[in-house]
């Protein structure tokens, strides 16, 4: 079992600002990639970024040049996002790949003046 909570989210203006964060835990040496989505109400849940434990990342398009995916050694990885815009307002969930895939609870991101 793998346990994810995220944290960061919030109210920012356009072209700022927010790190998130997901911290694992529980079975965290079964966790091969950890990754973004993001939902707004309503709409399907999209991919923004992942990271595997070797190091590989990807992004959605629409990220990429303004949020950047990072882990650190204890199973946290976050989400640095720069240059946000309206249509980046949703919420955020982090998964994580291991023998099944495990969602944490999401974390609202508005962006608005």
């Known amino acids: 079992q793998v346990q994810l909570v995220e944290s960061g989210g919030g109210l920012v203006q356009p072209g700022g600002s927010l790190r998130l964060s997901c911290a694992a835990s529980?079975?965290?040496?079964?966790?091969?990639?950890m990754g973004w989505y993001r939902q707004v109400t309503g709409t399907r849940r999209d991919f923004i970024a992942a990271?595997?434990?070797?190091?590989?990342i990807n992004y959605a398009d629409s990220v990429k040049g303004r949020f950047t995916i990072s882990r650190d050694a204890k199973a946290t990885v976050y989400l640095q996002m720069s240059s946000l815009k309206p249509e980046d307002t949703a919420v955020y969930y982090c998964?994580?790949?291991?023998?099944?895939?495990?969602w944490g609870q999401g974390t609202q991101v508005t962006v608005s003046s």
């Open positions: 998964n994580a790949d291991a023998e099944r895939v495990y």
């Open positions: 529980g079975s965290i040496s079964s966790i091969y990639a």
């Open positions: 990271i595997t434990s070797g190091g590989r």
